[in-house]
């Protein structure tokens, strides 16, 4: 029996009970009240030829009354115990909605007699949505906490260079012209960044699916920061294998750019693999350094939001702590998802798994 049905069952079967204890009642009165006439008062049931033997004597009205009165008893104690049963948690769920709405997220209400299964399962329901929005208003202030932390470096360096311009403190120059760029490029990326990952959280990041040569996309990406790596000591090596799927190719190409970037700015220099392989009918790209990888806690929440291993490194070298979310946004956009294990070069790899979003390749 499913657990939706137990209350009704439950009530059925007190009420049947209620039924078959009235008369049970009336049946040993009758025997108890009878016999006691029948013994103490015989002079009364001497056999007599009634007017209308249809109508009852006065003894069968005073045993009906009896009767119905310990029913009625029997009745009210059971329907107290059954209502008690079944209010104590819907009480609970009323008095906790209330301080839910006025703020208090930790309410949580008590399901009381679990033997109830649709008041147990809706008090579990209530706790789960309480947990869950009380998990969603901390992970806000944390969001918010985060973002304002993120815009407050760029900010404050361009609101300290535009007053010294106004002042003469600074002289015009091409150097702080481009380092002011950098700033504005970097707030706009975050920007970027958010928006995705947001539009993600929510499930209305839209993609542009086309027939794609994802080899090529992999290797124009690739060929875009070939020289900013080469320039930083890592020697890139790309083996693909050609592939034609539909995909958001600017997507793909984002996430291979960002886990080029987070190796470029977290790995040692040395050797950076990427490899392009035909998955099932999809496809997998892994990214893989030399290291030096990082530590089994951190590599659980790598993929969450503003998560940095060494925050003050991150922030040393610009990194936002966004890159890698984007990375999973994208691929769970396309059905797919984005891992990390350790790589045979003796670093990290980053895995992007997306699956054939069409029954067939494009050929």
């Excluded at 006691?36 to 045993?63: G, H, K, R, S």
């Excluded at 002289?171 to 002011?180: D, I, N, R, V």
């Amino acid at each position: 029996m499913s657990r939706r049905a137990r209350l009704s069952f439950q009530i059925v079967v007190s009420m049947g009970l209620v039924s078959v204890i009235t008369m049970l009642i009336a049946f040993v009165i009758g025997l108890i009240f009878y016999g006691l006439y029948y013994t103490f008062w015989p002079q009364f049931t001497e056999p007599a030829v009634p007017e209308n033997p249809y109508i009852p004597d006065p003894a069968d009205y005073l045993f009906l009354l009896i009767s119905v009165l310990f029913g009625l008893v029997v009745a009210v104690i059971v329907a107290l115990r059954l209502a008690k049963r079944i209010l104590v948690p819907l009480n609970s769920l009323a008095e906790n909605a209330r301080r839910i709405a006025t703020g208090d997220l930790t309410a949580r209400s008590v399901p009381g007699d679990r033997s109830l299964g649709e008041t147990a399962l809706l008090v579990d329901d209530f706790n789960a949505m309480a947990e869950r929005l009380e998990g969603m208003t901390s992970e806000m202030t944390a969001w918010n906490a985060a973002i304002a932390h993120e815009l407050r470096t760029p900010l404050t360096i361009l609101r300290g260079r535009l007053q010294g311009l106004r002042d003469g403190v600074f002289a015009p120059s091409e150097a702080l012209f481009a380092g002011l760029l950098d700033q504005v490029e970097g707030l706009s990326r975050l920007v970027d960044d958010l928006h995705i990952v947001t539009l993600n959280d929510v499930g209305r990041l839209e993609l542009h699916l086309e027939p794609t040569r994802i080899d090529v996309t992999v290797q124009q990406a690739v060929l875009s920061v070939e020289n900013a790596l080469r320039d930083a000591g890592f020697n890139i090596q790309v083996v693909t294998v050609p592939l034609h799927l539909y995909c958001d190719a600017a997507r793909i190409r984002q996430t291979l750019l960002a886990l080029l970037d987070n190796a470029r700015r977290y790995a040692v220099p040395g050797a950076v693999r990427v490899e392009l392989s035909a998955h099932g009918r999809g496809f997998l790209l892994v990214v893989e350094d030399e290291g030096p990888g990082l530590n089994a806690d951190f590599a659980r929440h790598v993929f969450e939001p503003f998560s940095r291993e060494d925050a003050s490194r991150s922030r040393r070298l610009g990194g936002s702590g966004l890159g890698l979310s984007v990375v999973r946004a994208i691929a769970r956009a396309h059905g797919g998802e984005a891992r990390y294990r350790a790589s045979s070069l003796g670093g990290s790899a980053f895995e992007l798994e997306i699956p054939a979003t069409l029954p067939g390749p494009v050929v």
